[in-house]
């Protein structure tokens, strides 16, 4: 009997959009089932009374012609259909030692930066800018490459030979290749919250490519918030013949003799495929499939494997303009944090959130409408206050628990906003927190993760991430989950390494 379509799709989410985008501009059939009412993901807007709030965008990398992430955009048929605001600093980092602005201005003058600062570390910055330039060249080209993927595994040790000297390395060890300056290395790895983990842990091979790319390229919003990215990536779907329903749950994945052969959707049904590919948590998408279809090895790996943090977000908007509080119109990603220790910064996170003190740990700060004024109304602002936290601390909690710890940890971050910037409470307009759990609900994810699984050593790179192919023939993973990681770049390159890799025509 012949399917119903040629891929059904998991999950609305960039990784699911962008891969059914390139699987329906081949001509194939395809379907996107997304549960939410909207597609996108973390990647999507809400609206609070006349502010728009962008749910997790901080900064697109590489949004600029000829790099490995535009050219996903390109091929998804959406590069010309999304407008991208450049974001004149890559971040501002603010500590007791002092205050650092990272300006849009390239490579050399982040190095010349850095040179003047610690002069007598200036050769071995760089060395180390050398190498790591060298890093983002070869896994962009291995990325980018047209070969086959075997071809290009084979051909590794030869072509892009970085990707394993450096495929163990945690970002600290990587660092300390060419530097034992501490407060160096822990300025270079400022934007260490973005992914989850600390340099000490951060794997490299994942870490190497929005580092360079963010300094090279810049950091870029999208115009009118992250829901105007994945309503293009939809459309881009549809335009090519392609389906993508929203509020469709999936409620069991069909397999016979160790072969997908469909899948059923709460109200449209069953659904006839060969080609089921999941863009939500893989604790999911084998729940749907029944842990009895993988085999012992697999379910083992799995159960084992570690999800990133989440994050606990306070969407505010202001009834005044930013240059109220003295911030300029070029700032937009602020780091605060007292110390520069991320290891110490990133144990108090992982704590129960009594036990935070935000006097020690970082957090940091998206000032939204210094790039994209029509996020708010004239003369009002929107701003995001963010905390890394973990997710288990959030999940088993009952309803009054859950709503004390909320309120505790908004006004525990409140106090700090209003320490750095005094008199803002006073103008808040809109407020809005979202948790862990918020981040569960919405996506589905596990432990309400924001990075998939956390980027270890053992648990990033082309070989130890978890795989896009599951042990059942026609089942696959896309997105944040599986290689290369994370992030709205990330999720996107993740479909052209699947599509690549078991699609291709």
Same mark, same amino acid.
């Given at each position: 009997m012949k399917?119903?379509?040629?891929?059904?799709?998991?999950?609305?989410?960039?990784?699911?959009?962008?891969?059914?985008?390139?699987? =329906?501009?081949?001509?194939?059939?395809?379907?996107?089932?997304?549960?939410?009412? *909207?597609?996108?993901?973390?990647?999507?807007?809400?609206?609070?009374?006349?502010?728009?709030?962008?749910?997790?965008?901080?900064?697109?990398?590489?949004?600029?012609p000829g790099t490995p992430s535009y050219r996903c955009l390109q091929d998804c048929g959406i590069a010309d259909k999304v407008t991208f605001l450049p974001q004149k600093t890559v971040y501002r980092l603010v500590t007791r030692q002092g205050d650092l602005i990272v300006r849009h201005e390239g490579i050399d003058a982040y190095q010349q930066f850095l040179c003047e600062r610690y002069p007598q570390e200036a050769e071995n910055i760089r060395q180390l800018f050398s190498a790591a330039g060298k890093m983002y060249q070869q896994l962009s080209a291995f990325v980018q490459s047209p070969d086959p993927f075997w071809w290009k595994v084979l051909s590794t040790p030869l072509r892009f030979p970085r990707l394993m000297r450096y495929d163990t390395d945690t970002v600290d060890q990587f660092f300390s290749r060419f530097t034992r300056h501490p407060e160096l290395k822990e300025v270079l790895a400022a934007q260490w919250p973005y992914y989850g983990l600390p340099p000490e842990q951060l794997a490299y091979s994942y870490f190497s490519y929005p580092f360079f790319d963010y300094l090279a390229h810049g950091g870029y919003s999208v115009k009118g918030g992250s829901q105007s990215l994945s309503d293009a990536l939809a459309e881009s779907v549809r335009a090519a013949g392609g389906s993508v329903e929203t509020s469709r749950s999936v409620i069991q994945i069909h397999h016979h003799n160790g072969q997908v052969t469909g899948l059923? =959707?709460?109200?449209?049904?069953?659904?006839?495929?060969?080609?089921?590919?999941?863009?939500? =948590?893989?604790?999911?998408?084998? *729940?749907?499939?029944?842990?009895?279809?993988?085999?012992?090895?697999?379910?083992?790996?799995?159960?084992?494997?570690?999800?990133?943090?989440?994050?606990?977000?306070?969407?505010?908007?202001?009834?005044?303009?930013l240059s109220t509080f003295g911030i300029g119109p070029d700032e937009y990603s602020v780091f605060f944090c007292d110390g520069l220790s991320s290891s110490s910064q990133f144990q108090q996170m992982c704590s129960a959130p009594e036990q935070i003190d935000f006097h020690d740990t970082g957090w940091f700060l998206n000032l939204f409408t210094n790039v994209d004024p029509g996020l708010a109304p004239a003369g009002k602002s929107t701003i995001g206050i963010i905390?890394?936290?973990?997710?288990?601390?959030?999940? *088993?909690?009952?309803?009054?628990?859950? *709503?004390?710890?909320?309120?505790?940890?908004?006004?525990?971050?409140?106090?700090?906003?209003?320490?750095?910037?005094?008199?803002?409470? =006073?103008?808040?307009?809109?407020?809005?927190?979202?948790?862990?759990?918020?981040?569960?609900?919405?996506?589905?994810?596990?432990?309400?993760?924001?990075?998939?699984?956390?980027?270890?050593?053992?648990?990033?790179?082309?070989?130890?991430?978890?795989?896009?192919?599951?042990?059942?023939?026609g089942l696959y993973q896309v997105g944040a989950w599986t290689f290369p990681g994370g992030g709205y770049v990330g999720a996107m390159l993740s479909a052209r390494m699947l599509v690549d890799r078991y699609f291709r025509r």
């Open positions: 399917p119903d379509y040629d891929s059904v799709i998991i999950g609305g989410g960039l990784g699911g959009l962008a891969t059914a985008a390139l699987l =329906s501009r081949q001509g194939r059939r395809v379907l996107v089932l997304e549960r939410y009412k *909207q597609v996108g993901g973390y990647a999507t807007n809400f609206q609070r009374g006349d502010f728009t709030f962008d749910v997790s965008l901080h900064a697109m990398n590489g949004m600029t059923t =959707s709460k109200k449209i049904g069953d659904i006839r495929t060969q080609h089921v590919i999941s863009n939500i =948590s893989p604790q999911a998408t084998v *729940q749907l499939a029944g842990r009895e279809a993988f085999p012992a090895s697999f379910l083992n790996k799995l159960d084992n494997m570690k999800p990133a943090m989440s994050a606990f977000q306070i969407y505010i908007g202001l009834d005044c303009p905390a890394l936290v973990s997710g288990k601390h959030w999940q *088993q909690l009952g309803k009054e628990q859950y *709503q004390a710890r909320k309120a505790a940890m908004t006004d525990a971050l409140l106090a700090q906003l209003e320490q750095r910037f005094p008199g803002i409470r =006073s103008h808040i307009e809109v407020l809005e927190a979202g948790t862990p759990k918020t981040m569960t609900t919405y996506t589905g994810n596990y432990m309400g993760s924001i990075n998939g699984f956390a980027q270890t050593t053992d648990q990033a790179g082309v070989w130890r991430r978890f795989p896009m192919r599951y042990p059942l023939k």
